[in-house]
């Protein structure tokens, strides 16, 4: 029997867990402990994944949440190593760009236990982005990079980065395939918000580089409102953004803002939008899937394979790269499967 210790803490990651958790759970010679960071911790950033999504119940909740940067990854590591000490897991497994990824795997690097990287190889080339910081060094610490994308393998390769690579697809197309099949039957969002299919665009926005410098908040805000005069938004606030919202007494004309909601209600949100505005790096992809097109309100994407294909396009262009097409990248549905089976290669 061998051990690997899952270490999550954000929306994002929930919903990538939920499909590999899934799966280690069937596996007979692997034992899967889970360790809930609490970087999000609002029921529904945060619960009502677990529930819908069926995501194993945590045997860690740390609790910890807000403060700076440093003081959060800081805190982390000390919790995190604690338990690693207890756990003596023989792998960890990480996800994505957040201060609960790095802690997870700065921690463990220095523990000399081997950490794998779900979403290896991003890369904004920005490093004024906190994800940015996160997951760069998390690549350079990890053992196994588990890479999306072509680009993203493309990325570790420039930085040094050959061995323990591995190209898998985007375990988030396996999660919206298994939210497609079951969104129908258990969401009513559409209903509860008096929307026909095709007559409303999506938002969604929460990156600190947007809400935190207020000019550009104000100018992705009037973005909004202009894209509502073609159809009117519905806007699922993050508490980040609606603290900023708030505080400013900022209302936004022809949006809907209504709470975050669960992955089943966002899936069918989406399904009926006539278009999707986000900053969100997993949105962005899911747009796609849907087949539906994206403005991402950023200046740059770690997804250029959604531009290329011309299904996104950042606000500060005008257009869309034609003719649409089909995007090669991020596999068949069965990435998680394919994870799983190089992390027991790993491990025996
Ligand atoms: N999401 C959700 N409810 C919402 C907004 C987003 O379930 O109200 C899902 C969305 O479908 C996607 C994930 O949360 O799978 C994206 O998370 P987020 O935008 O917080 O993080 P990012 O992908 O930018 O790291």
């Known amino acids: 029997m061998k051990k690997i210790v899952t270490i999550i803490g954000a929306r994002p990651q929930f919903i990538k867990a939920a499909v590999v958790s899934r799966l280690l759970q069937n596996e007979a010679t692997i034992e899967e402990v889970l360790i809930h960071t609490g970087q999000h911790f609002d029921a529904n950033m945060s619960e009502i994944f677990f529930q ?35 756990e003596i897991p023989d792998l960890i497994l990480v996800y994505g760009d957040t201060n609960s990824t790095l802690a997870g795997a700065l921690t463990a690097a220095k523990m000399h236990i081997p950490v794998a990287h779900i979403e290896a190889g991003l890369r904004s080339f920005n490093r004024r982005m906190p994800e940015e910081i996160n997951r760069v ?26 061995e323990g690579v591995h190209l898998v697809g985007d375990v988030m197309f396996d999660a919206t ?3 497609g099949e079951q969104a129908k039957g258990r ?34 805000c009037r973005f909004i409102e202009a894209e509502a005069e073609n159809a009117p938004i519905i806007f699922p606030v993050h508490p980040r953004t609606r603290q900023v919202l708030e ?28 278009i999707l505005l986000t ?32 299904w996104n396009r950042l606000w500060t262009s005008k257009s869309y790269i034609e003719p649409r ?11 998680g499967e394919k994870m799983v089976s190089l992390l027991l290669d790993q491990l025996f």
């Open 52 to 86: 819908e999504l069926d995501i194993p119940r945590p045997r860690y909740d740390l609790n910890i949440s807000g403060g700076g940067h440093g003081q959060m990854t800081g805190r982390m590591m000390e919790a995190v190593e604690e338990v690693l000490l207890k």
């Open 137 to 162: 060094l998390t690549d350079h610490l990890s053992a196994i990079l588990l890479c999306p994308t072509q680009t993203s393998v493309e990325n570790l390769e420039r930085e040094g980065i050959r």
């Open 177 to 179: 395939l298994f939210a």
């Open 187 to 220: 969401s009513k969002i559409l209903q509860t918000l008096g929307l026909a299919e095709g007559g409303y665009g999506l938002c969604t926005l929460h990156r600190a580089e947007n809400t935190d410098d207020p000019e550009r908040f104000e100018t992705i």
């Open 247 to 274: 505080s400013k007494g900022r209302k936004l004309r022809g949006v809907t803002c209504i709470e975050p909601v669960g992955y089943f209600d966002l899936h069918l949100l989406l399904g009926g939008a006539e």
């Open 279 to 310: 900053d969100s790096g997993g949105l962005q992809k899911e747009a796609y899937f849907h087949r539906k097109p994206c403005i991402t309100l950023r200046d740059e994407t770690e997804w250029v394979e959604t531009l290329d294909a011309g």
């Open 325 to 335: 097409r089909t995007i090669a990248d991020y596999g068949d549905g069965h990435s």
